[in-house]
């Protein structure tokens, strides 16, 4: 089952309460998105694990529900 792109933006969302979340639909099939994050959370980490805080907070639906996730992380200016 696809997923909205409401529902990537509220899992992100609950985990990270800063964030500015983007979403783009990649394919209209609604498997293939685009997501730009942007949480003070992120800053002075990494992005290996910017991106894992954010498919942690997908709770196991990358590879299920969600297909395919281009994911660009960072902390505000």
């Known amino acids: 089952m696809a997923m909205q792109p409401q529902?990537?933006?509220?899992?992100?969302?609950?985990?990270?309460?800063?964030?500015q979340v983007t979403i783009e639909d990649l394919a209209g099939?609604?498997?293939h998105y685009a997501a730009?994050?942007?949480s003070?959370?992120?800053r002075?980490?990494?992005r290996v694990k910017q991106h894992q805080?954010?498919?942690?907070?997908?709770?196991?639906?990358m590879g299920g529900q969600l297909?395919?996730?281009a994911l660009q992380t960072s902390a505000p200016d």
């Open 67 to 69: 297909h395919a996730l």
């Open 7 to 19: 529902e990537i933006e509220a899992l992100i969302k609950a985990a990270l309460p800063d964030a």
């Open 40 to 42: 003070e959370r992120f």
């Open 44 to 46: 002075g980490l990494p």
């Open 29 to 31: 099939d609604g498997d």
């Open 36 to 38: 730009t994050v942007i």
């Open 53 to 61: 805080i954010v498919y942690a907070a997908l709770q196991g639906r």
